[in-house]
């Protein structure tokens, strides 16, 4: 297992199409996070989950987001209707948590361009 | 509500000279900080943390950084820097008292390492 691993790299989009974006998480990590990042912005979290329950969403996702992780292992995020205001960088990361003192191992994101 | 302050958008060194990027943090119990660096259409890399005990934390590449309570910083430092250094470099904290939830990060200090 070399890391945790996102699909696609790059996806350029028209405005008002779905577009789903994927992450497998290093093995046996028991916590996602999806977060975006915009230029000149750190990363923004959206949610996370451990194991398969979605423990928290931020009020930056929107309805038109949605995220599964339906195993328990690789997550999809859904983003419906495409905005323009959607272009951005989408992080995945993932831990194995057993305390607060955890740090999360990050993917190479998903970069999203919508025309 | 935890945040993180990233003063300096952009930290200009030469190589050979020490360098420090700044982060100052706010929680309303005890913190957890982290350090990440991202390289160009890169993820983000874990280079530290600090969780408890010695101020002084050291991690990957020869980083190192300084937890300081009463000024609630969490500078990063490096005695030498190296042209490879040239990232961009994000703080991030968790509040001990908010449980295990997600990090919340600044909003970059990019680092110029000049040859």
């Known amino acids: 297992d070399t890391g945790v691993s996102q699909d696609p790299r790059h996806k350029i989009t028209k405005r008002g199409q779905n577009v789903t974006f994927r992450c497998d998480p290093i093995s046996e990590h028991n916590r996602l996070y999806w977060y975006r990042q915009t230029l000149g912005q750190g990363p923004e979290f959206l949610t996370y989950?451990?194991?398969?329950?979605?423990?928290?969403k931020s009020r930056l996702l929107s309805n038109r987001f949605s995220a599964e992780r339906p195993k328990g292992s690789f997550s999809t995020l859904e983003i419906q209707r495409t905005e323009q205001g959607d272009s951005a960088m989408y992080l995945c990361?993932?831990?194995?948590?057993?305390?607060?003192?955890?740090?999360?191992?990050f993917g190479q994101g998903t970069r999203l361009t919508v025309v | 509500a935890q945040s993180v302050a990233q003063p300096e958008d952009q930290v200009n060194v030469a190589e050979g000279n020490p360098l420090t990027v700044k982060c100052t943090y706010s929680?309303?119990?005890?913190?957890?900080l982290f350090w990440y660096v991202q390289y160009p259409n890169r993820g983000l890399q874990f280079l530290l943390k600090y969780i408890t005990g010695d101020n002084l934390v050291k991690g990957s590449y020869g980083f190192e950084a300084e937890f300081n309570k009463s000024q609630t910083s969490f500078h990063l430092k490096k005695p030498s820097a190296l042209v490879s250094d040239s990232a961009l470099y994000f703080c991030?904290?968790?509040?001990?008292?908010?449980?295990?939830?997600?990090?919340?990060f600044g909003k970059g200090t990019r680092l110029s390492v000049i040859a």
């Open positions: 990361a993932s831990s194995y948590v057993q305390g607060a003192n955890t740090e999360a191992f």
């Open positions: 929680v309303s119990g005890n913190p957890y």
């Open positions: 989950f451990q194991n398969e329950a979605q423990l928290e």
């Open positions: 991030a904290v968790r509040d001990t008292n908010s449980g295990n939830t997600p990090l919340v």
